[in-house]
């Protein structure tokens, strides 16, 4: 199967930086898209952004200009560097992947178990 690890999470400052990382391993041909998702307990799961194998990324409206995406096939891992950051910010974070499997007959998605990101004020 596949997995997805993610890194990078922390405590930081209003203002601050971070930057993630999630590197995917397992049965993979080739990932597709491969993304964050940002989740707070109760609350629905909110992209954050996405990341297509020619390097096309897409943002949510809410980090666009502050975040950046970045993606290195040959690793199968991709990277968010989170400037300016807010307590808004706050949530646990997810990484995902649409995989095709070794043998080419098999797409599915994966998530990693999250990292949390914490701004104070």
């Known amino acids: 199967q596949v997995q997805l690890v993610e890194s990078g999470g922390g405590l930081v400052q209003a203002g601050g930086s971070l930057r993630l990382s999630c590197a995917a391993s397992?049965?993979?041909?080739?990932?597709?898209?491969m993304g964050w998702f940002r989740q707070a307990p109760g609350n629905q799961l909110k992209l954050v952004s996405l990341?297509?194998?020619?390097?096309?990324?897409n943002y949510g409206d809410d980090v666009k200009g502050r975040f950046t995406i970045s993606r290195d096939n040959v690793k199968n891992t991709i990277y968010l560097q989170m400037n300016s950051l807010k307590p808004e910010d706050t949530d646990v974070y997810y990484c995902?992947?649409?995989?095709?499997?070794?043998?080419?007959?098999?797409?599915?998605?994966?998530w990693g178990r999250g990292t949390q990101v914490t701004v104070s004020s």
């Open positions: 995902n992947a649409d995989v095709v499997g070794t043998t080419g007959q098999w797409t599915n998605e994966f």
């Open positions: 397992g049965s993979i041909l080739r990932i597709n898209d």
């Open positions: 990341i297509s194998s020619d390097g096309t990324a």
